[in-house]
């Protein structure tokens, strides 16, 4: 399968409708909803510390390294990337305190909930394009492409389910919701189909800079309102603790596989 870039991107498509379809065939209770919403949350948080962070890292020491070997003395650290993370965090926060807000308190929580779920997708999509593109150009190293390939599905399912979960708490419209996910879905299998069209579009620094903008809106998501909301109330702290700690462990399993 993963000699074939159709069958490949075929497999990313379904496995990726397939998990974001999940929450969709279970009716939730509120209380249901924010103990699953914490096994979303362990998914996400694992994507930004252990996957778009370290990339982000690996991008910093190679461009210094560039920079020493083609300037021949010592090159002080290029803070770029971690400035765009940093924008990443204060958009979403900035878009949420004057946009969301300042409505009518009645519909605030909604409102500020949808904006999560739209920057929460706008992150996770960009981590989706980053691997159709890591994926397109691996096809010279066909060693390289069976693991590569599992690592996408195991992605694309966990991180279509839980975004599916946020936009349940945002109680988006169903129809809403699919499309959506079915965007999402499609979005690797494009890149990889695209992928050296894209590399010359965003070039060497585009895409890096995306990645950046993309860890600062889910270090925002994670830490300032999906934690917050799933342990809003304390009942079944026992339960979503542990939620929790599984999302953040099938994501570090994934990075041990060479995700």
Request: proline residues 3%.
């Amino acid at each position: 399968m993963a000699d074939s870039p159709w069958l490949a991107c075929a497999a990313i498509f379904v496995i990726g409708l397939a998990g974001g379809a999940l929450p969709l065939w279970v009716k939730w209770s509120e209380r249901q909803l924010h103990s699953v919403l914490a096994l979303s949350t362990g998914v996400f948080l694992g994507a930004v510390f252990l996957h778009l962070l370290p990339a982000l890292a690996e991008l910093e020491v190679h461009k210094v390294e560039e920079a020493h070997a083609h300037e021949g003395h010592h090159h002080s650290q290029d803070l770029t990337l971690w400035f765009f993370v940093l924008i990443g965090v204060l958009a979403v926060y900035l878009i949420e305190s004057l946009v969301f807000r300042s409505r009518e308190h009645d519909h605030e929580e909604l409102h500020r909930h949808r904006s999560v779920g739209y920057a929460a997708l706008l992150g996770i999509s960009i981590h989706a394009v980053s691997a159709g593109i890591g994926y397109s150009a691996a096809a010279h190293h066909q060693e390289l492409l069976t693991p590569m390939l599992i690592a996408i599905l195991g992605h694309k399912g966990m991180e279509a389910f839980s975004l599916t979960t946020v936009f349940q708490l945002a109680k988006l419209p169903q129809r809403q919701t699919i499309y959506l996910l079915v965007g999402f879905s499609a979005l690797t299998p494009v890149a990889i189909l695209a992928g050296s069209s894209l590399t010359s579009i965003l070039s060497d620094e585009g895409l890096p800079i995306l990645t950046a903008l993309a860890a600062g809106t889910f270090l925002y998501v994670c830490l300032c309102e999906l934690l917050p909301e799933v342990f809003h109330h304390l009942e079944d702290r026992l339960v979503k603790i542990p939620l929790l700690g599984l999302g953040i462990a099938l994501m570090m399993i994934l990075h041990e596989a060479g995700a």
